[in-house]
C-alpha cells in the first residue's frame, strides 16, 4: 500500500500507449473513458484510409473537445448493459441522439468491477472476432492501471487529509513529511489549495478520483461543522502568480457539486505557496474564502483569497464574534430590510444618493430608516468607529 503511494509514474503517458497500441490492433482511432464518462486518451490511429474528421457525429467530437459526455448520453450508452458487460458490446447509430455512426464498446474492468470504457466507430466490416479479443486483453492492462491510480490517489486523501486535521504542530509536521515522501518530486515547486463547501458525499472517505480534476495533485474530504464536508484539493503551479489551473479545477468541482445536488456550493483558492509546509495555512485560506463566497455571492462562485478584502479578518475572528450585543436587534428577522438598508448605506461609503437609488427608495425614506438603525442600536452614524463596528458586524453576521 505505503509502496503505491511513493508512484510519481506519468499515468496519463501509460494510459496513452495503450490506446495507441488498442487503435493499432483494430485498425482504427479509440478513445479511453472513465465510467464517469470524462475522457482519458483518444488514440490518433493514422493509416491509408485516415478517417475524415468531418465523419465525426456530435457526441464523439464534443467527448475529444470537451473531455467529457453529457448525462443523456451516458444513460443512452449504458441503457445497452456496458456497465455489466465482460466483451464488446456493439451500439447501433441513432442519428436523433447526435450518434450518427455506430460505435463498439469494450469495458475495462479490474476484479469484476467496470471502471471504464474503451470506444472506436464501428465500420463494415468492422474489427475481427480475434482483434477484439486481442484488444481485450489490453482493457485489462488499463483496468489495472486505473485501479492502480485510484488506490495511488486514496493513499494521498488520506495523508492531505492528515495534513489539514492535525490539532498539534508535531502532528502537522509528521504529516507533511509523509506527504511529501508520497508525492516525490511533486513536493517541490509552488503549491496551492482549493475548497469547495458544502461537498456531497455518502462518506468521509470518498473524493473523486485525482485524474478526473486537470491538475489536481491530491484531494480529500474534510468536516467543516454546520457545512458538513468540505473538499479539499492540492494543486501544483507552474508559476506562483498563476492561479488559473487552481481556478479552472474549482470550478470544474464546482459543476460537480451542484450536479450531485450540493445546491449552491462556492469554492475558495489560497494564495500560493512553495512546498508543503505552509499546507494548514493554505487550507485556513482556501476555507475562508471559500466562506466569503458563500456569503457575499458577488465575490464568487471562486473566490481568490487575495480578492475578498475585508473578509481576511472577518473570517479570522472565532464564531459568534460577530454578534455585537448593539447590533443583536437589528441582526433579527423583524429588521431585516433596516439591516440591509444599513449594509447598503454604509457599502457606499455613507453617500445617501448612492444608497438610495440602489435600495430603490427615496432620499427621505432612507434617512427615517437609518434613524430608526440608530435607535435600535445606539450607535452614531456620524461617528467613524461606530460605522466601523456596524458594517462588521452586518458583514460577520452572514458568515
Given at each position: 500500500m505505503r509502496q503505491n503511494a511513493r508512484v510519481t509514474s506519468d499515468f496519463k503517458g501509460e494510459y496513452q500507449e495503450l490506446v495507441d497500441e488498442i487503435s493499432e490492433l483494430l485498425g482504427a482511432p479509440a478513445t479511453l473513458e472513465n465510467r464517469d464518462f470524462e475522457l482519458i486518451a483518444f488514440g490518433a490511429y493514422d493509416s491509408e484510409g485516415e478517417l475524415d474528421p468531418s465523419a465525426l457525429d456530435p457526441v464523439r467530437a464534443r467527448s475529444i473537445l470537451t473531455r467529457r459526455s453529457t448525462a443523456a448520453v451516458r444513460a443512452w450508452f449504458e441503457g445497452f448493459g456496458i456497465t455489466r458487460a465482460t466483451g464488446p458490446v456493439r451500439i447501433p447509430p441513432a442519428p436523433e441522439a447526435g450518434v450518427l455512426r455506430g460505435r463498439v464498446c469494450l469495458p475495462v474492468r479490474h476484479r469484476g468491477v467496470v471502471l471504464g470504457y474503451v470506444w472506436l466507430l464501428d465500420t463494415d466490416p468492422g474489427p475481427t472476432a480475434r482483434q477484439l479479443a486481442a484488444a481485450m486483453e489490453v482493457t485489462a492492462?488499463?483496468?489495472?492501471?486505473?485501479?492502480?491510480?485510484?488506490?495511488?490517489?486514496?493513499?494521498?486523501?488520506?495523508?492531505?487529509?492528515?495534513?489539514?486535521?492535525?490539532?498539534?504542530?508535531?502532528?502537522?509536521?509528521?504529516?507533511?513529511?509523509?506527504?511529501?515522501?508520497?508525492?516525490?518530486?511533486?513536493?517541490?515547486?509552488?503549491?496551492?489549495?482549493?475548497?469547495?463547501?458544502?461537498?456531497p458525499s455518502a462518506g468521509p472517505d470518498e473524493a473523486p478520483s485525482v485524474r478526473t480534476v486537470p491538475g489536481a495533485t491530491a484531494l480529500c474530504t474534510v468536516p467543516s461543522g454546520s457545512a458538513g464536508l468540505s473538499l479539499a484539493l492540492l494543486v501544483r503551479l507552474r508559476s506562483a502568480e498563476a492561479a488559473a489551473p487552481a481556478v479552472s479545477a474549482a470550478g470544474r468541482l464546482l459543476e460537480r457539486a451542484r450536479g450531485a445536488g450540493a445546491g449552491a456550493p462556492a469554492a475558495g483558492v489560497a494564495a500560493a505557496r512553495t512546498g508543503l509546509a505552509e499546507l494548514g495555512a493554505a487550507w485556513r485560506e482556501a476555507s475562508a474564502a471559500a466562506r466569503a463566497a458563500l456569503a457575499e455571492p458577488r465575490l464568487g462562485p471562486v473566490a481568490e483569497w487575495a480578492s475578498i478584502g475585508p473578509f481576511r479578518l472577518l473570517t479570522a475572528l472565532p464564531a459568534g464574534a460577530a454578534q455585537d450585543p448593539a447590533v443583536r436587534a437589528l441582526l433579527s428577522p423583524a429588521h431585516r430590510e433596516l439591516a440591509r438598508t444599513a449594509e447598503v448605506y454604509l457599502d457606499r461609503a455613507g453617500q445617501a444618493g448612492r444608497a438610495a437609488a440602489e435600495l430603490g427608495i427615496h432620499r427621505q425614506t432612507l434617512y427615517y430608516r437609518l434613524s430608526r438603525i440608530e435607535q435600535l442600536t445606539g450607535l452614531d452614524l456620524d461617528d467613524g468607529e461606530d460605522r466601523l463596528l456596524l458594517h462588521m458586524a452586518l458583514k460577520g453576521a452572514r458568515l
Open positions: 492492462r488499463i483496468g489495472a492501471l486505473l485501479a492502480n491510480e485510484a488506490q495511488h490517489g486514496a493513499d494521498l486523501s488520506r495523508e492531505l487529509r492528515a495534513v489539514l486535521t492535525a490539532e498539534r504542530d508535531w502532528q502537522r509536521d509528521m504529516a507533511v513529511a509523509e506527504l511529501r515522501t508520497a508525492l516525490g518530486i511533486r513536493a517541490q515547486g509552488p503549491h496551492t489549495v482549493v475548497c469547495v463547501t458544502p461537498w
